[in-house]
């Protein structure tokens, strides 16, 4: 099993483009989840999904959209960069959160100028 | 917001010395988690106590919960240069599994 895969490890955008970070699990898990980590400030929930067709917002969700068409993929879309995006980005998912936790993807680094 | 906030924010520690990391959270919580994460990686869970126990082993990882403090620590013991890494606390919020909410984490460094 690959476990949680992000891509692109790193990207950098200018101001203003859009792009999608990519995230697949081959676990078969129902709950994903896309985090941002910035310096100081531990993890921020932006999105969440609890399975196919069902998202919900986070915490810090203004400026990304996300789709759960398929279990094993939960893109997340920035629709308009901006430097406030600046981060790196994780993807999490669980078979089973109340008792198993989650499992991470190794992130994505973010950089827009 | 972050529910939870983790105490000492740095520890530095010799190899085969104790860690203790203290976390402490503002609601009220169905189960609360650790993780570790290596510089530049994701985070990788270490364990999950509910609210109704107490304290939870796992190898040389100790933790407790003390709900009516709001708190929760985390113990490593005997602990190794490999050890080094962030460790978060996170919670649930109270509001639902899918949600978790992190601290800020603490900084470990063990040296050989």
């Known amino acids: 099993n690959a476990g949680v895969t992000q891509t692109p490890k790193f990207q950098v955008l200018k101001t203003g483009q859009s792009m999608t970070l990519q995230c697949a699990q081959d676990?078969?898990?129902?709950?994903m989840s896309w985090y941002r980590q910035d310096p100081g400030m531990g993890l921020r929930l932006i999105h969440y999904s609890v399975g196919a067709g069902i998202t919900d917002q986070g915490e810090v969700p203004n400026g990304y959209n996300v789709s759960r068409s398929t279990t094993e993929d939960f893109p997340l879309r920035l629709l308009s960069a901006a430097p406030s995006q600046t981060s790196v980005y994780f993807c999490?998912?669980?078979?089973?959160?109340?008792?198993?936790?989650?499992?991470f993807g190794s992130g994505t680094r973010l950089t827009v100028v | 917001s972050q529910q939870g906030e983790e105490d000492p924010q740095a520890l530095s520690i010799q190899e085969g010395e104790n860690a203790t990391m203290n976390c402490s959270y503002k609601?009220?919580?169905?189960?609360l988690q650790w993780y570790r994460q290596n510089s530049g990686r994701g985070l990788v869970h270490l364990i999950l106590i509910r609210s109704n126990e107490r304290e939870k082993h796992s190898g040389r990882l100790r933790v407790t919960l003390d709900t009516s403090k709001k708190s929760s620590s985390l113990l490593i013991t005997a602990s190794r240069a490999a050890d080094t890494a962030s460790y978060f606390c996170a919670t649930d919020g109270g509001t639902g599994f899918q949600k978790l909410v992190f601290g800020t984490g603490t900084r470990l460094l063990v040296s050989p």
């Open positions: 609601t009220s919580i169905n189960n």
């Open positions: 999490a998912s669980s078979y089973r959160p109340e008792v198993g936790g989650y499992t």
């Open positions: 676990m078969n898990h129902e709950y």
